[in-house]
């Protein structure tokens, strides 16, 4: 019985980093999930807000290129991301606003994983694109 003594915390010992490390894995998995569709809804929202401020609305977006409003709406829409880490680009591909022309709405965000102190510093980028009509 004595030479078993201490087995059970050297087999804890051995498995404890391979469990933690799977533990910080499923919730970084997880994290990077809830990011991308924070970012694909805020990329959203903000297109149908393009889409309805057109050059018959009041306040205008667009046409030109990387619009301040896209960007401000993007990143007030963006829960639980931060807004720095988040590039917005805009594009009106007619070059007008009008009524049915054309928006592009797309945004990046650099996520970064809690294991990235393993990973060296690894960031990954989330991407979203969306196309709407301008409605009014």
């Not at 594009?91 to 009524?99: K, L, V």
Request: charged share 15%; aromatic share 6%; net charge negative.
């Amino acid at each position: 019985m004595r030479g078993d003594a201490g087995q059970s915390l050297v087999e804890f010992a051995l498995m404890l980093p391979v469990l933690l490390l799977l533990m910080v894995g499923t919730v970084d998995v997880g994290r990077g999930f809830q990011a991308y569709v924070a970012l694909g809804d805020a990329v959203r929202e903000t297109a149908r807000q393009a889409a309805v401020h057109g050059s018959g609305a009041s306040v205008q977006w667009g046409p030109t290129a990387n619009d301040a409003h896209v960007t401000a709406d993007l990143r007030s829409r963006a829960v639980g991301l931060v807004g720095s880490a988040i590039t917005v680009t805009s594009t009106w591909p007619s070059g007008a606003n009008d009524q049915g022309d054309e928006a592009v709405i797309s945004a990046t965000y650099s996520f970064v994983p809690i294991a990235s102190t393993l990973l060296h510093g690894v960031t990954l980028p989330l991407s979203a694109t969306t196309r709407v009509f301008i409605q009014r």
